[in-house]
Structure formats: C-alpha cells, structure tokens
Nanobody, 125 residues
Framework: QLQLVESGGGLVQPGGSLRLSCEVS????????IGWFRQAPGKEREGISC????????KYEDPVKGRFTLSRDNAKNTVYLQMNRLQSEDTAVYYC??????????????????WGQGAQVTVSS
C-alpha cells in the first residue's frame, strides 16, 4: 500500500519562504511522478506543479512559476516543494499525489488514488 506523508506547512509572512516535503512509502522500489495541488478556502483544488520520476523534468503552472521549485531525493523517497516569495494568494492546503509512473504529461487532468494528507500553508502578516 502506497502512502504519502507531507510535512513542512505553517504560517509565514508575505515574501517569506517555506519548504514542503512529500515522503512516499510502500512500493518504493519504483519511483513515481509526483504532482502538487492546492485548495484555497472556497475554491476548487488546482494543480500547481509536477516532477517526473527521475527528477529531470518539472512543470509549473502560472500562479507559481518562478517562485516555486521542485526537487526530489529518490534515496529518501521524498519530493520537496520549495516555495519562495509567498503571497497571501498562496494560502491553501497543499497536497502531493502520485500522478504517474514516469512523467507529468496530463497531470492536471487525471484522477488519482494516492494522496498525501495535506499541509496547511498560511501567508499572513
């Protein structure tokens, strides 16, 4: 059974930084493409970024492009989402999900089984 556990959320001032982690356990002999999604209060969940299973390919959506960076350490089965220059509009619950076996093609449009529990990120002064 695959499990994803997120950590690293919290309260940060506008302009600040946070790093979220997503650790995958279970069939970790196989690496997966990991997508990140977020849901702000009263809004639909939106996809924001994705990293391929090898870590060589990433995708970022416009709201986070240039501010957020994905990386992964497959030896630790962990994906990291570095969030810089945070804005109040980034306040949301952030989720990681397994979106494929290799790459991020179409990651915004799939239905996924394995999700993290969510990490609250609050950007406020």
């Amino acid at each position: 059974q695959l499990q994803l556990v997120e950590s690293g959320g919290g309260l940060v001032q506008p302009g600040g930084s946070l790093r979220l982690s997503c650790e995958v356990s279970g069939y970790t002999s196989i690496y997966y493409a990991i997508g990140w999604f977020r849901q702000a209060p009263g809004k639909e969940r939106e996809g924001i970024s994705c990293i391929s299973s090898s870590g060589t390919s990433t995708k970022y959506e416009d709201p986070v492009k240039g501010r957020f960076t994905l990386s992964r350490d497959n030896a630790k089965n962990t994906v990291y989402l570095q969030m810089n220059r945070l804005q109040s509009e980034d306040t949301a619950v952030y989720y990681c999900a397994i979106v494929g076996e290799i790459d991020c093609e179409g990651y915004l449009y799939g239905q996924y089984v394995y999700w993290g529990q969510g990490a609250q990120v609050t950007v406020s002064s």
